[in-house]
T-cell receptor
Framework: KQEVTQIPAALSVPEGENLVLNCSFTDSAIYNLQWFRQDPGKGLTSLLLIQSSQREQTSGRLNASLDKSSGRSTLYIAASQPGDSATYLCAVRVAGGTSYGKLTFGQGTILTVHP | EAGVAQSPRYKIIEKRQSVAFWCNPI?????LYWYQQILGQGPKLLIQFQNNGVVDDSQLPKDRFSAERLKGVDSTLKIQPAKLEDSAVYLC?????????????FGSGTRLTVV
């Protein structure tokens, strides 16, 4: 059974800092890994999607890496801003089987960037 | 392209009452998912549809939850009777099977409070 863990559970940083969010998963048989952002009371916004054959993806100040063999992914946020404050969720997509397409989520990291 | 539409946004009901949620996925997306997100946790898959057929409903509490997808487009999720522990955000998502890598798009969710 796939399990996804995110560390830390919460993070508070001053504006301008570079930061790293961690995600680990127990079964390396994944199709892809996706990072989402969730604002309070809102749905999920996809930030980055990394295919199992890729090592990293970048979008603006965000960079996500994937090491499938070790079951780890990191989300790097450069020059953090108060608008980055949200919950960040990592999810892996199962490869094959009857649960094909299913996303398994971590519990999220609550990020607060203060001015 | 229009996003995934969900309604209502909020619902408060008493325990043992029934409630229904509606989802309209992105046009052309064959796969539709319902997730349950309890406060402080990551979303958990309840049911997955491929067109109008069920692919995975292993985590759906079938004694009280039911879901259908009419004509492979819109979907409804029903709870009858509701329990206090059903208080959560119910998220609908859809995905295509194109070359973009099976990325997900989530709706804004329905926040259910059972009192």
């Amino acid at each position: 059974k796939q399990e996804v863990t995110q560390i830390p559970a919460a993070l508070s940083v001053p504006e301008g800092e570079n930061l790293v969010l961690n995600c680990s998963f127990t079964d390396s048989a994944i199709y892809n890994l996706q990072w989402f952002r969730q604002d309070p009371g809102k749905g999920l916004t996809s930030l980055l999607l990394i295919q199992s054959s890729q090592r990293e993806q970048t979008s603006g100040r965000l960079n996500a890496s994937l090491d499938k063999s070790s079951g780890r992914s990191t989300l790097y946020i450069a020059a953090s801003q108060p608008g980055d404050s949200a919950t960040y969720l990592c999810a892996v997509r199962v490869a094959g089987g009857t649960s094909y397409g299913k996303l398994t989520f971590g519990q999220g990291t609550i990020l607060t960037v203060h001015p | 392209e229009a996003g995934v539409a969900q309604s209502p946004r909020y619902k408060i009901i008493e325990k043992r009452q029934s409630v229904a949620f509606w989802c309209n996925p992105i046009s052309g997306h064959a796969t539709l998912y319902w997730y349950q997100q309890i406060l402080g946790q990551g979303p958990k898959l309840l049911i997955q549809f491929q067109n109008n057929g069920v692919v995975d409903d292993s985590q759906l509490p079938k004694d009280r939850f039911s879901a259908e997808r009419l004509k492979g487009v819109d979907s409804t999720l029903k709870i009858q009777p509701a329990k206090l522990e059903d208080s959560a955000v119910y998220l609908c998502a859809s995905s295509s099977q194109g070359a973009a890598g099976y990325g997900y798009t989530f709706g804004s969710g329905t926040r259910l409070t059972v009192v």
